[in-house]
């Protein structure tokens, strides 16, 4: 067998469980060759154990397994029966393409569904979608931003223009600092609503409407907190 690629030690951590020893070794060599760590398992009961000793960035589960089943296995994972975190992300893979399997997997929390035979390329592809969302690139982190002659500390909740300090509630800091974690980029009125709270888009309306005539020239006609129509505000910060 060809020896393992050497990886960086942040190389994602997959783990294939299918009783088909030569796809085991098939997919672990070439998803190894493309940039992956791969632990293997023959059946439900080895990738327990794998489960309960290492941490994995992925599980490609095959369905068709004698005994437990992959469906058996992830509905055990979702549930938290294993060591693995319960939202790890899983790929199922079988060989019967009936719909019924395909909506199971997905009840079940499955991320994805893979008929064989399958083209490698394709498997390649659906991971690197899956890892994607699952693993998010980490964003910059915004301590503070500028928008007109105000300046607004996230850590601090504090806005001030110049040198005085904006008086605002503590709902209004909440607002601002959700808007200001991503300036530019619209947030929709859930995401403002209190939690535990009232989400009642006219209540978010009326607490927008507060704060902007804090911080704007004319809040009839903002600059600044400007309005996304029918889906929320977004913050105009300068650059």
Known sequence: MTPAKALPDDAHHLLVVDDDRVIRQTLARYLNNNG???TT????GAARARLDALTFDLLILDVMMPGETGFDLARAIRAGKTEQAPAVPILMLTARSEPSDRITGLEIG??????????????????GGILRRALPTPQPVVESVRFGDFHFHLGRL??????EVIRLTDREK???RVLAVKPGE?????DLAA????????????QVNR???KIEVNPANPVYLQTVRGIGYRLIAAP
């Open 36 to 38: 992956y760590r791969v």
């Open 41 to 44: 398992a023959e059946h439900a």
């Open 110 to 127: 499955a991320d994805d569904y893979l008929p064989k035979p399958f083209e490698p390329r394709e498997l390649l592809l659906r991971i």
């Open 158 to 163: 504090e806005l001030r223009r110049g040198e």
């Open 174 to 176: 909440e607002m601002l």
């Open 186 to 190: 619209t947030v929709p009125r859930f």
């Open 195 to 206: 939690p535990g709270g009232d989400i009642n888009e006219r209540t978010v309306d009326v």
């Open 211 to 213: 704060l902007r005539r």
